[in-house]
């Protein structure tokens, strides 16, 4: 009996174990999943998603320097420039007219409003269908790069068009995928990752 109960604790300490270390990779690693990097080829045209802060723009506009895009594309969206009545989509489109220097025949805007980031690759795909481009390159926040790659590449399975992700990666940039759990922004960013992950895996399309 004795030895049965004896079996029975290391059987249950040996099972605690490995769900301990389970655990732990994926507190470990949670951060790193959420990052997608996709080879880096030349491409039509990049699109700068909406949101996020400016390092967005910057490093779009590194890849356009580098000759990767002939041309940018900015998503339009409702939301507005803090404290006033401009429209993101306008003040980005002047910065990178005026702070990095794009010529602005090279860059464009979406037809359609979008509130999401199934909206916005919605209204790329119908732009990149009317201007004929065949491939582009998607530049969003690190954290955001996973599931950003889940929508475009359901949005664009049956279009014949390819679409590549590569996260922001500049330097002082905030978001450290192998230290998510240090600051409470990143923690909050990245359980709310994977919940619209989850979300949108479920079929129910997020933001």
């Not at 464009?108 to 909206?119: A, G, V």
Request: hydrophobic share 40%.
């Amino acid at each position: 009996m004795l030895k049965k109960a004896s079996k029975l604790a290391i059987g249950g300490c040996s099972i605690l174990v490995i769900l301990i270390g389970i655990f732990g990779l994926f507190f470990l690693f949670a951060g790193v999943f959420l990052v997608r990097k996709d080879r880096l080829e030349n491409s039509d045209a990049l699109v700068i998603l909406s949101g996020g802060g400016e390092e967005r723009l910057e490093a779009g506009a590194r890849l356009y320097r580098d000759g990767k895009v002939r041309r940018i594309i900015l998503t339009v969206t409702d939301e507005l420039e803090f404290g006033t009545s401009t429209p993101i989509t306008t003040i980005n489109y002047d910065t990178l007219a005026s702070r990095y220097g794009i010529d602005k025949s090279k860059i464009y805007k979406t037809k359609r409003t979008s509130s999401s980031t199934y909206e916005e690759a919605q209204a790329v795909l119908i732009l990149m269908k009317q201007k004929e481009w065949n491939s582009l390159i998607i530049v969003t926040d690190n954290f955001h790069s996973r599931r950003t790659g889940m929508i475009f590449d359901k949005i664009f399975k049956s279009s014949g068009l390819k679409a590549s992700i590569q996260p922001v990666n500049v330097q002082g940039y905030w978001y450290d995928p192998m230290k998510w759990w240090k600051d409470s922004e990143s923690r909050d960013v990245t359980l709310l990752e994977y919940i619209k992950i989850f979300y949108f895996l479920s079929g129910q399309y997020e933001k």
